[in-house]
């Protein structure tokens, strides 16, 4: 069981967003390298990172942002916003860029998830963020008219590595993940899903680890290790605990 924390870029800078709101941002640190290397000297071991500029541009915006964490850490990093072709795709695997994370072009461009989970197995997660039940798309901007599952369903031996899934109603709010939702998706399919949207405090952490969430890969927590909510110490511990 995996916990990432998450640094999302706006402005080359590591920010928070409530609900998606690109307005409702909060800026945690001007150094997204420092906060980064702050998180694996803490003791985490995977990162994980989006570029919401990217996620609305549809192509990297704060590429320089994530080059400079890539030489900073040496922990896996994982990276979403803006990914919709294979170029870009094969571009950020080629810089050191562990797993890249599709989102609105798994859900318009299904072909794309397949071809490059093909190409590149093992290093491509497909991102879903659900909005009463149905996946949004451009950063959150939009909602489409299909679920979650729906789509998770088309990927099913394809190869993808994960599922993210993210109810966007809890994001950034530290009202705790939607864990029956979660659940839900990760008993449908065979691909494992990672939570995320809404971590709030270490009892998210207990959750994570119940026997009822064992087929999820870990969660991504944001908000409340920035806030202190979640001592990164007591969250480690008490997974590797678990192990």
Same mark, same amino acid.
């Given at each position: 069981?995996?916990?990432f924390?998450?640094?999302?870029l *706006?402005n080359g800078?590591?920010v928070?967003?409530?609900?998606g709101?690109?307005a409702r941002?909060?800026?945690?640190n001007?150094?997204?390298?420092a906060q980064?290397?702050?998180?694996?000297?803490?003791g985490?071991?995977y990162?994980?990172v989006?570029d919401?500029?990217?996620?609305f541009?549809?192509?990297?915006?704060?590429?320089?942002a994530?080059?400079?964490?890539?030489?900073?850490?040496?922990?896996p990093?994982q990276?979403g916003g803006g990914?919709?072709?294979?170029?870009?795709v094969?571009a950020w695997?080629?810089k +050191?860029?562990t797993?890249v994370?599709?989102g609105?072009?798994?859900?318009?461009?299904?072909?794309l998830? *397949?071809?490059?989970?093909k190409?590149?197995?093992g290093?491509v997660?497909v991102g879903?963020?659900?909005?009463d039940?149905?996946?949004?798309?451009?950063?959150?901007?939009e909602?489409s008219?299909?679920?979650?599952?729906?789509?998770?369903?088309?990927?099913?031996?394809? +190869?993808?590595?994960?599922?993210i899934?993210?109810?966007?109603?809890?994001d950034?709010?530290l009202k705790g993940?939607?864990?029956?939702?979660?659940?839900?998706?990760a008993d449908?399919?065979?691909i494992?899903?990672i939570?995320s +949207?809404g971590?709030?405090?270490i009892d998210d952490?207990?959750a994570m680890l119940?026997?009822?969430?064992a087929?999820l890969?870990?969660?991504i927590? +944001?908000?409340?290790?920035?806030?202190?909510r979640?001592d990164?110490?007591?969250a480690? *511990?008490?997974? *590797?605990r678990?192990?």
């Amino acid at each position: 069981m995996i916990l990432f924390p998450a640094i999302d870029l *706006k402005n080359g800078q590591c920010v928070r967003l409530e609900q998606g709101d690109m307005a409702r941002a909060t800026v945690f640190n001007l150094d997204p390298a420092a906060q980064a290397s702050d998180f694996e000297t803490q003791g985490f071991e995977y990162l994980h990172v989006v570029d919401l500029d990217g996620a609305f541009a549809g192509k990297p915006v704060n590429a320089q942002a994530v080059e400079s964490m890539l030489a900073t850490v040496k922990m896996p990093v994982q990276l979403g916003g803006g990914i919709r072709d294979l170029k870009t795709v094969e571009a950020w695997l080629s810089k +050191g860029i562990t797993r890249v994370i599709i989102g609105t072009a798994a859900v318009r461009d299904p072909a794309l998830v *397949k071809e490059a989970a093909k190409k590149f197995p093992g290093k491509v997660a497909v991102g879903l963020d659900a909005r009463d039940g149905k996946v949004a798309v451009e950063g959150w901007a939009e909602t489409s008219t299909v679920t979650a599952l729906e789509i998770a369903q088309r990927f099913e031996d394809a +190869g993808v590595a994960a599922i993210i899934f993210t109810d966007i109603a809890r994001d950034g709010l530290l009202k705790g993940i939607n864990w029956d939702a979660t659940i839900a998706l990760a008993d449908s399919i065979s691909i494992p899903v990672i939570a995320s +949207g809404g971590l709030a405090s270490i009892d998210d952490i207990k959750a994570m680890l119940e026997p009822r969430a064992a087929k999820l890969e870990g969660a991504i927590s +944001g908000r409340a290790l920035y806030d202190g909510r979640v001592d990164p110490a007591e969250a480690l *511990k008490l997974i *590797k605990r678990a192990a």
